[in-house]
């Protein structure tokens, strides 16, 4: 073990030094991926320095995400004491199923839950749970939903037509996980968005009304903190006064800006988040943890319960069921993603936490005072999102991105709202700096000026 960790730690170190210079890794056409790097798996071990060198090529082949000059995903950035966090975890390899083979993993679990929960205004009968990503979190969400909307669906099977809603600019999970969950993916109706891609929600009204009246069941209602293409927010507020009519669940995927909720500056963006029943956040985003750390929690820990526990004494042997978190959660056995935000969180201090959310609306602030300032780019998003989406000179943006890409100078995704597509610069990473965006920037000029368009 301990000549592993040299080799890690001289891995590590290769890493950090390929992210510097070259942060943008050559990429390998999928076509020739194993005629490049040797992958295969043969009868005979690999000798240590052929094994060492096939790592290093592995990285350095590798999309750096936490280079300054990656901007295609809602992730990115590396923060070293949430990495710190998530190496224990590794070390450790606790299953955290149950508090006899996690033991304090379980405490350090229970305490992010409840301070989230506290923060968000959900009271004492709130618990929550980690999933496997942002889309599992939406899928338990409307698991939740649909067994309290009748609990007999969990063993007798789905026999109404049960209705759920989300907006047209919300995550593709959400009908995804209407096909898992027996609903069907024809059940989930597409309410329509502003300009901005927030919810309508007198169309919200309107939807659900036509379905009551066509003796249908509305038992969902799914709003987002944090649309995928343009990082627009929900009105909670608004949406809940419809659902409490009709007493419909009422989930918020904050997924990608959930974390606004340590943020006194930028938490009126989801104002009313106490009137939810579930909310969930993917700390790997706006937090900087590494994949995948996701929380989902509810304002009554009975849903839960009702939804994903399950007996089994060979697993359940010791202490109550409020430390053997099997009983709360999709999977059974399941790593401990918490470890990496408990570190995090832990060295900086909530006040830590609020400065990392806010310097992502920092950056994007600057970099639409940049796009405004400049003639020949066009702006597509607006303030109070840290999705940035341009095109530069008519240029079309996927074309762009992808020679970027191709070039090995920038990483970076393009989007669609409605009619328009277009670049959409990120800025979620942390460790990007004023001058980072300005790079990003001239590099894009550069190359479009020296390239055939």
Same mark, same amino acid.
């Given at each position: 073990m301990h000549n592993d960790l040299k080799l890690f730690i001289e891995l590590a170190e290769f890493l950090i030094s390929e992210e510097t210079n070259n942060p943008v890794a050559v990429p390998i056409d999928a076509k020739t991926l194993y005629n490049t790097i040797d992958l295969e798996l043969r009868d005979e071990p690999t000798i240590d320095d052929a094994f060492k060198n096939t790592l290093k090529d592995i990285v350095k082949s590798t999309p750096k995400t936490a280079s300054k000059a990656f901007f295609n995903q809602l992730f990115g950035g590396r923060i070293s004491r949430a990495t710190l966090g998530d190496l224990l975890a590794v070390m450790l390899n606790n299953s955290m199923y149950t508090y006899k083979v996690a033991g304090v993993q379980v405490g350090i679990e229970k305490v992010i839950l409840q301070q989230i929960c506290n923060r968000i205004g959900y009271g004492n009968e709130s618990d929550g749970t980690l999933a496997p990503g942002g889309s599992m979190s939406n899928y338990m969400a409307m698991l939740m939903a649909r067994d309290a909307f009748d609990a007999s669906i969990r063993n007798e099977g789905v026999s109404k037509r049960l209705i759920a809603y989300t907006s047209d600019a919300s995550h593709y999970s959400v009908t995804k996980n209407a096909s898992f969950a027996g609903i069907g993916r024809?059940?989930?109706?597409?309410?329509?968005?502003?300009?901005? $891609? +927030?919810?309508?929600? +007198? @169309? %919200?009204? /309107? !939807?659900? !009304?036509?379905?009551?009246? =066509? *003796?249908?069941?509305?038992?969902? /209602?799914?709003?987002?903190? $944090?649309?995928?293409? %343009?990082?627009?927010?929900?009105? /909670?507020?608004?949406?809940? =006064?419809?659902?409490?009519?009709?007493?419909?669940?009422?989930?918020?995927?904050?997924?990608?800006? $959930?974390?606004?909720?340590?943020? =006194? !500056?930028? &938490?009126?963006?989801?104002? *009313?988040i106490e009137l939810t029943d579930s909310f969930s956040l993917n700390a790997h985003k706006m937090l900087g943890t590494p994949l995948g750390c996701s929380i989902i929690v509810t304002k009554n820990k009975k849903h839960l319960y009702q939804s994903f526990s399950n007996d089994a004494d060979y697993l359940y &042997?010791?202490? @109550?069921?409020?430390?053997?978190? *099997? =009983?709360?959660?999709? &999977?059974?056995?399941?790593?401990?993603?918490?470890l990496k935000l408990w570190t995090l969180w832990k060295s900086v201090g909530n006040l830590g936490l609020e400065k990392i959310v806010d310097h992502q609306f920092k950056l994007a602030d600057f970099a639409r005072h940049y796009i405004k300032s400049n003639p020949n780019y066009t702006l597509y998003s607006f303030d109070d999102s840290i999705s940035v989406c341009f095109n530069y000179k008519g240029v079309s943006a996927k074309t762009l991105c992808t020679k970027l890409y191709e070039h090995s100078k920038l990483m970076v995704g393009y989007g669609t709202f409605r009619e328009d597509t277009f670049v959409r610069l990120v800025t979620i990473n942390t460790q990007v700096e004023e001058k980072d965006i300005v790079a990003f920037f001239k590099t894009l000029e550069a190359f479009v000026a020296s390239e055939d368009f």
């Open positions: 024809q059940q989930v109706r597409s309410v329509k968005t502003n300009a901005k $891609g +927030e919810m309508l929600t +007198e @169309d %919200l009204a /309107v !939807q659900i !009304q036509n379905d009551i009246n =066509k *003796g249908y069941h509305p038992f969902f /209602v799914n709003a987002t903190a $944090g649309t995928t293409v %343009l990082g627009a927010f929900d009105h /909670v507020v608004s949406i809940s =006064k419809v659902c409490k009519t009709h007493n419909l669940w009422l989930h918020l995927d904050g997924a990608y800006c $959930g974390s606004v909720i340590f943020s =006194k !500056q930028y &938490q009126h963006l989801v104002e *009313g &042997q010791t202490d @109550d069921d409020a430390f053997n978190l *099997g =009983k709360t959660s999709l &999977q059974c056995g399941r790593r401990n993603d918490a």
